[in-house]
Nanobody, 119 residues
Framework: QVQLVESGGAFVQPGDSLRLSCTANGLALSNYVMGWHRQAPGKERELVADISNAGSNRNYAESVKGRFIISRDNPKNAVYLEMNSLKPEDTAVYYC????????????WGQGTQVAVSS
């Protein structure tokens, strides 16, 4: 059974940092492009960042460029999202997801972890 599990979400203040983690059971993440998405209340889900299989290519949404860093540790079968200088508008449920590099649709999804930024 394939399972992606996110962790690290928390309630923080503006300007704080958080590191989200995503691990997998039943799936070798090294075979997949990995992405972090988020969905805020009343908004559509958006892709925040993605990283290629080997980690050589990374893409970021404009809203998080310069603040968030996506990384992966394939031997540990894990993907991370380091979030710095957090803003209230970063408040959302964050999901990790996996897709084959030859397609654009993410196939496997985690259950999400809540990040709340407020003073």
């Amino acid at each position: 059974q394939v399972q992606l599990v996110e962790s690290g979400g928390a309630f923080v203040q503006p300007g704080d940092s958080l590191r989200l983690s995503c691990t997998a059971n039943g799936l070798a993440l090294s075979n997949y492009v990995m992405g972090w998405h988020r969905q805020a209340p009343g908004k559509e889900r958006e892709l925040v960042a993605d990283i290629s299989n080997a980690g050589s290519n990374r893409n970021y949404a404009e809203s998080v460029k310069g603040r968030f860093i996506i990384s992966r540790d394939n031997p540990k079968n894990a993907v991370y999202l380091e979030m710095n200088s957090l803003k209230p508008e970063d408040t959302a449920v964050y999901y990790c997801a996996a897709r084959n590099r030859l397609v654009t649709k993410f196939t496997y999804w985690g259950q999400g972890t809540q990040v709340a930024v407020s003073s």
